[in-house]
């Protein structure tokens, strides 16, 4: 495969890394309910079953998608793309990164439907049709690249007029906050960075902007994800902030301190779903 650049090397490196320790997002999801996806596949049950969210962002990318063409994009690891299986989509996955392709594909060995895997670069999607795709939908993996709009620009080349595009983020206030901890009445943070697009840089452990090593991640504005996706063609659907309803236990049941409490007070991530109207 060609490798664009040194960020796609280091990335290739790092998520090569991640599949060799078993990060929950290269292991795939074998135990998902068929039955259940059959029921909502049928329209016999208005809930969508786990582990997506029954919220109104993966109700708008999931409903309706039996015969559809989904795209997994940079979302290799047998997860999303059995999902969208199980709910009879026509299912492809782009990813850097082969060995997560390969659960993918054991994903469908193990459920018994087809999917395409492309080993390719989320920047460049010219392997791909144009206007071929119904959903696009996008695990988080833009916080390693460092130009939005050159994941956008190609989203919406393979979109159909009307396709929907969901992408996750990380929140764009999560590089700038260090977090002294849970003090008996809420989580201290810090302001240690000033609030800035670009490189993030790790440097005794410590993220910043202005030294030490490539931490192989980009800081991106609210104004880059949101204006991105408008000037390519992109109206916005619907935005949510991580944690979503379902996603995480009640709160009464969490230690305080603990990272699912502190994922309940302090945002990690941005849902967003955007429709491709435009020609380009």
């Avoid at 392997?127 to 620009?153: G, M, N, W």
């Avoid at 192989?216 to 390519?232: A, K, R, T, Y």
């Avoid at 944690?243 to 941005?270: A, D, K, N, T, W």
Wanted: hydrophobic share 40%; proline share 6%.
């Amino acid at each position: 495969m060609y490798i664009k650049d040194e960020i796609a090397r280091r990335k290739l490196e790092l998520l090569r890394e991640d599949a060799r320790e078993g990060a929950s997002y290269t292991i795939p999801w074998l135990d998902l309910d068929v039955e259940a996806y059959s029921l909502y596949r049928e329209g016999k049950t208005s809930v969508l079953p786990k582990p997506f969210c029954d919220d109104v962002i993966d109700r708008m990318m999931a409903e309706n998608v039996q015969g559809k063409n989904v795209l997994c994009l940079a979302g290799g690891g047998g997860q999303q793309s059995a999902v969208f299986s199980l709910l009879g989509a026509n299912v492809t996955v782009l990813d850097l990164t082969p060995e997560q392709l390969v659960r993918d594909e054991q994903a469908a060995r193990h459920y018994g439907y087809t999917v395409t895997t492309i080993q390719g670069d989320m920047r460049d999607l010219s392997a791909l049709p144009t206007s071929h795709f119904d959903r696009v939908y996008q695990p988080i993996s833009t916080l390693f690249i460092p130009d939005l709009r050159e994941v956008y620009h190609g989203v919406a080349r393979i979109l159909k007029p009307g396709g929907l595009y969901f992408a996750d983020y990380a929140v764009p206030l999560l590089y700038m906050a260090e977090n002294k901890g849970w003090d008996g009445k809420g989580y201290t943070l810090y302001i240690t960075e000033p609030y800035m697009r670009g490189a993030i840089l790790e440097k005794d452990e410590k993220l910043n902007f202005t030294e030490g090593e490539s931490f192989s991640e980009f800081h991106h504005l609210l104004s880059d994800i949101i204006n991105g996706l408008i000037v390519e063609g992109f109206i916005i659907k619907a935005i949510w902030e991580n944690p979503r309803p379902g996603s995480l236990p009640p709160l009464e049941e969490l230690e305080p301190g603990s990272e699912l409490h502190q994922e309940r007070y302090i945002p990690f991530g941005l849902s967003v779903v955007a429709e491709r109207i435009c020609s380009i």
